[in-house]
């Protein structure tokens, strides 16, 4: 038997579905809208929008209200995993749970985005694209109505921070010229390999379409994207693995990491907000914290908030963060587990 697993409507059915309606499927209901009506949509959506993610969806910001967005909070192979929907002994509790649509153990590739409200307006700066951008793209932009990709910076080369580069030919394409990518040397080389035809566009057919990227070499030292200042903060990703994580005001983000080294930690000096890396409630891996060590390193640092990201099948969104709801009564940790979708407000 053959199984069709990704094949495209006829053409009869895209054009019924073009001219006359987009359909939004969501946990209670469905229904339909006109393509035309999409602030209508908003206004009616934004009730049922807001349980879904737990954040305030859509609201424009002020004009000097920056703000970020989680587009990603989970591991490489995406939260459910689908060999534990698949398992026909044992049942994985979060990977059930999270294949439930809104739930919040559903977790695609880390990343963020940072809406910084600059003296020219705001701008919308990606950190990471993985390879699920497009669907937390496709989830998260209408929602919090973005349009454009002001630039995209990278942390490493690994696939979950940079397998989503090529689906940038939709903006590139359709919304603006290019986009500026901000990469280390090491992590350029890699995608001279990954992604030969978005940094040689001469190698294409004439006239194929793929991402219009601007390739930016960032240094170990900070640098200026659509006028926010950041700072990158180097660690290890394992043996001998450089990642980057990156500050911008006081928000320190660092999404892969298994070691800080000395010299990283007077760059978190004063850091207000913290997003850190936690894949797992017991132990770490050799290329990420755990929960242990990732809270080890937030009592050393002494954010005054710390969200963590990356987070494994193997923790339980509600579980996990009634655990460290007790912490923050105990010792006056306010640390929480992030989840794809939540927007924070920031001072950039
Ligand atoms: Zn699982
Ligand atoms: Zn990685």
């Not at 630039?151 to 359709?174: E, Y």
């Not at 494994?312 to 640390?335: F, I, P, Q, R, T």
Request: proline content about 6%.
């Amino acid at each position: 038997m053959v199984l069709f697993v990704g094949t495209t409507l006829p053409p009869t059915s895209m054009a019924y579905l073009a001219a006359l309606t987009t359909r939004v499927h969501l946990p209670t209901s469905s229904f339909s809208i006109t393509r035309k009506g999409f602030s209508a949509f908003r206004h009616i959506a934004r009730p049922l929008l807001q349980s879904v993610s737990g954040g305030d969806i859509g609201q424009p910001l002020s004009a000097n209200e920056s703000e970020i967005i989680f587009t990603g909070s989970g591991t490489s192979e995406g939260i459910p995993r689908v060999s534990c929907l698949t398992d026909p002994v044992k049942k994985c509790p979060v990977c059930f749970k999270a294949a439930e649509p809104g739930n919040k153990n559903r977790r695609l590739n880390t990343g963020i985005l940072v809406r910084y409200a600059g003296s020219s307006g705001t701008r919308n700066i990606l950190i990471d694209v993985g390879k699920f951008f497009y669907h937390s793209a496709l989830q998260w932009f209408p929602t919090f109505g973005i349009r454009t990709i002001d630039a995209v910076i990278i942390t490493h080369s690994h696939a979950d921070a940079i397998g989503g580069l090529d689906d940038l030919r939709d903006w590139t394409n359709n919304v603006q010229p290019s986009i500026p990518i901000y990469v280390a040397q090491r992590d350029f080389e890699v995608m001279k390999k990954t992604h030969y035809y978005l940094v040689d566009t001469s190698v294409i057919a004439p006239g194929a379409a793929v991402s219009d990227l601007q390739f930016n070499i960032i240094p170990e030292e900070p640098f200026v994207v659509s006028g926010l200042k950041v700072t990158p903060l180097p660690v290890w990703h394992g043996r001998g693995y450089r990642s980057l994580g990156f500050r911008f005001g006081n928000v320190c983000y660092i999404s892969d990491v298994s070691e800080i080294p000395e010299e990283t930690y007077p760059l978190l000096k004063d850091c207000e907000i913290l997003i850190m890396d936690a894949l797992r409630p017991d132990r770490s891996s050799s290329t990420h914290f755990g929960l242990p060590r990732a809270l080890e390193e937030v009592r050393k640092i002494q954010p005054k908030r710390t969200l963590f990201t990356g987070m494994m099948h193997l923790m339980d969104h509600d579980e996990v963060n009634g655990y460290l709801l007790k912490l923050k009564e105990s010792e006056g940790v306010d640390a929480q587990l992030s989840y794809d979708g939540l927007r924070i407000s920031v001072t950039l």
